[in-house]
């Protein structure tokens, strides 16, 4: 397995301003996603971090107003822009290490936007 | 196009009981990942298991135990004699790609088992 820490573990936002979250892995992993979960619903992929390129986002996703970084193979930034209370969500960190395809998911970041 | 159901909205269960978890996919690729993720009332995510499509032999790890039928399109998964630990939403997973690629969701099952 991987060891997967997120900043911040919660937050509460005001409408209009944005929150960057971090997600930092205990080693080198070879992917890594970042997935939104709405309250009471399942999850859904945003992006693939791309380390050293842009992400690749999911449709219904874009980059303006959900920025990523991954400036190496163990941490990414996800911003969530310009905030409204639709984003009030967990967000999730994943990694994958390697090609077997055990994706684990870091513990969340529960985002309230007022 | 991939595709999750679970079907069990909520089951709830008197401690002891078994108790199974149903999960349908759907997808055109000849290779792919089936999971199982726990999510406990602390909201992590829980890794349970990994299966590829070329591999149906049926796996038990403990009180679980999953049953995969390519014929049938499923991966159940099944706990023996749950526990109040067991409370939780489960949910099931498919990855489609090799070289690793995003997970699709289905709704998830929220399990309660009463003491």
């Known amino acids: 397995s991987a060891v997967i820490s997120q900043k911040p573990s919660r937050d509460i936002c005001q409408r209009g301003t944005s929150l960057t979250i971090q997600c930092q892995v205990d080693?080198?992993?070879?992917?890594m996603f970042w997935y939104r979960q709405q309250p009471g619903q399942s999850l859904t992929l945003i992006a693939t971090?791309?380390?050293?390129?842009?992400?690749?986002?999911e449709s219904g996703f874009v980059i303006d107003k959900f920025p990523i970084s991954r400036p190496n193979l163990t941490f990414s930034t996800l911003t969530v822009s310009n905030m409204s209370p639709e984003d009030s969500s967990i967000y999730l960190c994943s990694v994958i290490r390697d090609y077997y395809n055990e994706q684990f998911f870091g513990p969340g970041t529960r985002l309230t936007v007022l | 196009a991939q595709k999750v159901t679970q079907a069990q909205t909520e089951i709830s269960v008197v401690e002891k009981e078994d108790v199974t978890l149903d999960c349908v996919y759907e997808t055109r690729d000849t290779t792919y990942y089936l999971f199982w993720y726990k999510q406990p009332p602390s909201g992590e995510l829980v890794f349970l298991i990994r299966?590829?499509?070329?591999?149906?032999q049926n796996e038990i790890s403990g009180r679980y135990s999953w049953n995969f039928q390519k014929s049938t399109s499923s991966f159940n998964f099944t706990i023996t004699a749950s526990q109040v630990v067991d409370s939780a939403v489960y949910f099931c997973?498919?990855?489609?790609?090799?070289?690793?690629?995003?997970?699709?969701f289905g709704t998830g099952t929220r399990l309660t088992v009463i003491p």
């Open positions: 971090a791309n380390q050293g390129s842009e992400a690749t986002y």
């Open positions: 299966r590829n499509s070329f591999d149906e």
């Open positions: 080693s080198q992993v070879t992917m």
């Open positions: 997973a498919l990855s489609s790609k090799t070289g690793a690629n995003n997970l699709f």
